[in-house]
């Protein structure tokens, strides 16, 4: 069992930067790759980066390579998304999730724990 709190999240102006967090309740973080996932309104859900249980194996969505950094700190059972040069489309509710495919993956169908969500809204 994963149990995951992410934090981090604000309302900014778009080219502001935000870090979010997510700290997981569990045994040992190395065992499940991580990644964030993003919904806008209106929109499908989408996973923005992705990180293997070592730190490697990274991936970017498109819309926000080159301006966000996904991390993982092991020992502190914490993932990181670090978003810079936030637009006004970053605008949605971010998602941690963990699966036990420990490389990582980006089918959301494979992510079996999740955080409750944290709002990040990007004025224009």
């Not at 997510?22 to 923005?48: D, H, I, K, S």
């Not at 020992?75 to 810079?84: F, P, R, S, W």
Request: charged share 20%; proline share 1%; aromatic share 10%.
């Amino acid at each position: 069992q994963v149990q995951l709190v992410e934090s981090g999240g604000g309302s900014v102006q778009a080219g502001d930067s935000l870090r979010l967090s997510c700290t997981a309740v569990v045994r040992t973080l190395n065992a499940y790759g991580m990644a964030w996932f993003r919904q806008g309104p209106g929109q499908e859900g989408e996973c923005v980066a992705r990180v293997g249980w070592n730190g490697g194996n990274t991936y970017y969505a498109d819309s926000v390579k080159d301006r966000f950094v996904i991390s993982r700190d092991n020992a502190k059972k914490t993932v990181y998304l670090q978003m810079n040069n936030l637009k006004h489309e970053d605008t949605a509710v971010y998602y941690c999730a963990a699966t036990r495919v420990a490389v990582g993956t980006s089918r959301r169908d494979l992510y079996r724990y999740w955080g409750q969500g944290t709002q990040v809204t990007v004025s224009s």
